[in-house]
């Protein structure tokens, strides 16, 4: 999914276990009422601090764990990820639509039908025009830089510039109200995954133009925002003309949610930690690293959630900018980096492990190597100091590092900035706004050398990590996620092969030894594999972490012990 984040309330870097006091953790004990794991009561409001504000409300614009664990509240797409603990929740089931989609044509055509008693919060029938023009957004220059996959894989003329621009496309029918399909490039196994991203939330004809949905979206999904202070807070209300009974997944038991944006990570970490006043009804991100040691506590540990990452941290590099695109510096770069300092940045091994490969452990298919070891992750200089004078760098060079303006991302820019030193390599930290980051680094005209960033599959297979990250073809000048601008013959090559292969599960061990392929050419520095460790309020029930969405608490299953409290 989408680049992984410290953003907004739940923006977490982790997932896949619970805690053992929470009623889904294998030998845990079970929770029969209040606590994390416990069921939630109908009503009330679920508050969540967060240290910045969303990306987008815009469906096609946001594509961060965070903000697309959000849109499922006030969103729905064709398909949706399932609502549950472990790898229940990343099973892919209906939503808007009857089933997972029919192929035909080989698998190049791909054919869905709406549920009845579908309704946008004006009380208009949701309709296939809807999910169309929703879809076509996507392909607008300006708006359309979220989720790549429709763009990548339905087919539309190469001039095509979005509804607004270019109209109609016709490559995606809709022979009725009901019915919708679309014509891919070429065959994929996986198309019911595809439809459950953002882009295919559907949108009224002729809505959503420019940053209109951006400050006041148009709700399918259980809520709808009533009030939107940009950088401040942000209120849900229950949406009346959303109808339960043609959704199986969400389970909308709280009457609202409050965020409170721009927060002090530390000033979280205290109010959580306090639970005083309506906290005892909040939840929020991942706990600082110094505030690791003080959620030991029996108490606390009842309210805390815990669990490796779905998502990989790591550092791109640019491949079109000298002297990086020189493999042999990327791969010095790879040799040298001191995972271990980069981790102890974010709070040690408590909060991350270190990472070899591109594809984290919860991407089926993936391998488990190291192509640049060094002893206990440490950094090896010697063997990239031998590549540095190989390539004619052995006095170094200088290169611009972005990151977030967020402490534990400085904090790990500085870590990598030091483990090149010995290199005569200086790294220039160049801090960019959290809220606006992601938008900065994936327009290719604004990015600079190296940008620490991550990915999170959004759904556990390969299809989901490698192509969006180092498909050459697809680099465009806004939204672009291939930071490293990777344009490699051979991996694309590559990828079209495995696309080709029908059975999901021989496509993701292909992916697993692709994942081998690219790092020989060191577009990027896998450094972490993020851990998710959150506090929640005392009276917060029906929490736990979903395997997509960044590792989150599921935000559609989450509400309160006692409503009234």
Known sequence: MKRTTMLAGLVLSGTLVLSACSGNAAGGESQTSAGPGGPAAQGGTVQVLANAAFSHLDPVRGFDGGVNNFYRLIYRTLTTQGAAPGTEGTKIGPDLATDTGTPSDGGKTWTFTLKDGLFFETGAPITSADVKFGVSRAWDPEIGIGSPYAKQLIDAPASYQGPYKSGDLPTIATPDAKTIVFHLKKPFADFGSVVAQNTFVPVPK???????????????GPYKVSEYKAGASLKLVRNDKWDAKTDPVRKAKPDGFQWTFDLDGATIDERMIAGQGTDVDAIAGTIQAATVARVQTPQLKQRTLTGLGGCTTYMGLNTTKKPLNDVRVRQAINFAVNKQTVRDAVGGSTLAELATSIQPPTVLGRVDYDPYPSPEGKGDVAAAQKLLTEAGL??????????????????????????LKPLKIDVKINIIDTSTYYEVIGTPSQQHDAAITGWCPDWPSGATFLPPLFDGRNIVAKGNSNLAQLNDPAVNAKIDEISQIKDVNAANAAYGELDK???????????????????????????????????GIDLVSVGLTDAGK
């Open 517 to 551: 392929q690219i790092m020989a050419l060191a577009p990027v520095v896998p450094l972490l594999y993020e851990k998710v460790l959150t506090l929640v309020g005392s009276n917060i029930a029906g929490a736990y972490l979903h395997d997509g969405y960044s590792g």
């Open 206 to 220: 002729g809505a959503g133009a420019g940053t209109e949905l951006d400050s006041k979206p148009i709700a399918s």
């Open 394 to 419: 052995t006095n170094g060079f200088t290169f611009t590092l972005d990151t977030r303006a967020q402490p534990k991302m400085q904090a790990m820019a500085v870590a990598i900035q030091q483990a």
